[in-house]
């Protein structure tokens, strides 16, 4: 089955230690999205990639970063996580200027936990 | 105050209910309106789509968009146990490669 797949599942990484969570999928979707999801919040977007244009939202720290070496992976790079990072991390994908382009396909999530 | 707008809940019903969600949003530039549903612990999948104002039935599903009064509902008919997920509504201005504005979302607990 075309997916969206997230590894890993579970991160633990210590305050200020780099941390690297990734994302691939198997839909050939040219647009690949990063969201955070607080604890019973919404999910927030931190940026996306059409193709290999990269969009920065505007309230996005600097301390997130993002690689989107070819269209099936794309990587979020937490350059010194802190406490307040915290999160589910959401990839989501959407195949721009197909049939349903408005349908964003998720994957399970990343869960970091800071210690 | 939040773009988006949905009550946190929990919702708790008994199974065969009608479930009732609903959204309020600020920005009038919203035109494309969705529901995901989000198991505990996995990534939020798409329910309903609707394009500006109207109903839109699919199944056990109404979802309904009214643009003047900036108001999103989604309806469940015969609720199942299954249907317990936390609902999220979601809106965007244009149809792709844009983002998706959440709502918080709504736990529902359908009880058996």
């Known amino acids: 089955d075309a997916m969206v797949i997230q590894n890993p599942r579970y991160q633990v990484t210590q305050f200020g230690k780099p941390v690297t969570l990734s994302c691939s999928q198997t839909l050939n979707h040219n647009v690949m999205y990063w969201y955070q999801q607080k604890s019973s919040q919404a999910p927030k977007l931190l940026f996306h990639?059409?193709?290999?244009?990269?969009?920065n939202e505007a309230d996005t720290p600097d301390n997130f970063q993002s690689r989107r070496p070819n269209t099936s992976f794309c990587f979020l790079d937490i350059r010194s996580p802190g406490l307040g990072d915290a999160a589910m991390y959401l990839c989501?994908?959407?195949?721009?200027?197909?049939?349903?382009?408005?349908?964003?396909?998720f994957g399970p999530g990343t869960r970091l936990t800071v210690t | 105050q939040k773009e988006v707008e949905q009550d946190p809940g929990p919702l708790s019903v008994p199974e065969g209910a009608i479930v009732s969600l609903n959204c309020t949003y600020s920005n009038s530039a919203f035109q494309y309106f969705m529901w995901y549903r989000q198991y505990s612990r996995k990534g939020p999948e798409l329910l309903m789509y609707?394009?500006?104002?109207g109903n839109k039935e699919d199944g056990r599903f109404t979802a309904q968009v009214d643009k003047s009064s900036k108001y999103i509902s989604l309806f469940i008919r015969d609720s199942q146990p299954s249907d317990s997920a936390t609902y999220l509504c979601a809106m965007s201005v244009k149809a792709a490669g844009n983002k998706l504005t959440f709502g918080g979302g709504t736990r529902v607990l359908v009880k058996p």
């Open positions: 990639y059409y193709d290999k244009d990269f969009n």
């Open positions: 609707t394009y500006s104002s």
């Open positions: 989501a994908t959407s195949r721009y200027g197909g049939p349903n382009s408005y349908e964003q396909y």
